[in-house]
């Protein structure tokens, strides 16, 4: 009793006061009265983290974080060496933060201490996190180190934060992804294939909403303001396809 303890899992009933936490130990009761809360409301489904002390059978919270789905996915290169103490590093000129909540994984080495202070520049990472416009950020939920990038280019995924179909060029958390009629493949939402061509282009940008989560590949990344990925020429084509998100 009174032990310090944090946690994280999905709501499973109640509010904030009280609730139940669906975790990799089971369930337990949540009492919030009090508590500081972040990120949202607490709700069934939701996925929160909780800090707080155990009081008998139940766990009261101190801190409750409403974690937002995990929709953005980043595979690139890390250019530059991580900021340990701050818990940062940057991929695709994006700041990535991690916290006592991200898991890290080594699908290289197979370390199985592997953390942020083990990862070295020009190593290939999988991120996955949600976007923080406000302070333009990745909260990551999964930091893997990998050991090649599909065709040796980045992976973008994210919700769409605007589109310009006749520009055939779309937003993602603070990139710009100009796609094109030449060398670009198109899928849309029920995952049949478009093909390439204006045809494709049209019926993709119809198709297309702000808050769409969209993922492209085999793209060519350039830096800048904004950054930009687009088309190349020749193999491979970049892709652009609809994805379902369940957090």
Same mark, same amino acid.
């Given at each position: 009793?009174?032990?310090?303890?944090?946690?994280?899992?999905?709501?499973?009933?109640?509010?904030?006061?009280?609730?139940?936490?669906?975790? *990799?130990?089971?369930?337990?009761?949540?009492?919030?009265?009090?508590?500081?809360?972040?990120?949202?409301?607490?709700?069934?489904?939701?996925?929160?983290?909780? =800090?707080?002390?155990?009081?008998?059978?139940?766990?009261?919270?101190?801190?409750?974080?409403?974690?937002?789905?995990?929709?953005?996915?980043?595979?690139?290169? #890390?250019?530059?060496?991580?900021?340990?103490?701050?818990?940062?590093?940057?991929?695709?000129?994006?700041?990535?933060?991690?916290?006592?909540?991200?898991?890290?994984?080594?699908?290289?080495?197979?370390?199985?201490?592997?953390?942020?202070?083990?990862?070295?520049?020009?190593?290939?990472?999988?991120?996955?996190?949600?976007?923080?416009?406000?302070?333009?950020?990745?909260?990551?939920?999964?930091? =893997?180190?990998?050991?090649?990038?599909?065709?040796?280019? *980045?992976?973008?995924?994210?919700?769409?934060?605007? =589109?310009?179909?006749?520009? &055939?060029?779309?937003?993602?958390?603070?990139?710009?992804?100009? &796609?094109?009629?030449?060398?670009?493949?198109?899928?849309?939402?029920?995952?049949?294939?478009?093909?390439?061509?204006?045809?494709?282009?049209?019926?993709?940008?119809?198709?297309?909403?702000?808050?769409?989560?969209?993922?492209?590949?085999?793209?060519?990344?350039?830096?800048?303001?904004?950054?930009?990925?687009?088309?190349?020429?020749?193999?491979?084509? #970049?892709?652009?396809?609809? =994805?379902?998100?369940?957090?």
């Amino acid at each position: 009793n009174n032990d310090p303890v944090r946690g994280e899992g999905y709501v499973v009933s109640g509010t904030l006061d009280s609730f139940v936490l669906l975790g *990799p130990g089971g369930k337990v009761t949540v009492n919030g009265v009090g508590a500081t809360l972040s990120g949202g409301t607490v709700a069934p489904g939701r996925k929160v983290q909780v =800090e707080g002390a155990v009081s008998g059978a139940t766990l009261r919270a101190s801190v409750v974080r409403v974690r937002p789905a995990g929709s953005v996915q980043v595979e690139a290169v #890390m250019l530059v060496a991580p900021n340990v103490a701050a818990g940062t590093f940057t991929v695709l000129t994006k700041k990535i933060q991690t916290d006592g909540y991200t898991r890290f994984k080594d699908d290289v080495g197979s370390d199985p201490t592997f953390s942020l202070a083990k990862l070295n520049p020009n190593d290939n990472v999988k991120v996955a996190g949600s976007y923080d416009a406000a302070g333009d950020v990745v909260n990551a939920i999964l930091v =893997e180190r990998i050991a090649s990038l599909d065709n040796g280019r *980045p992976l973008l995924q994210g919700p769409v934060s605007g =589109e310009d179909a006749l520009l &055939a060029r779309f937003t993602i958390i603070g990139i710009d992804v100009i &796609a094109g009629s030449t060398n670009t493949e198109y899928f849309a939402k029920d995952g049949s294939f478009l093909g390439s061509g204006f045809a494709a282009v049209a019926a993709f940008f119809a198709g297309l909403n702000v808050g769409d989560v969209v993922k492209v590949k085999d793209g060519l990344f350039t830096p800048g303001t904004p950054p930009i990925i687009s088309e190349g020429a020749g193999t491979p084509k #970049m892709e652009v396809e609809f =994805e379902e998100v369940d957090d």
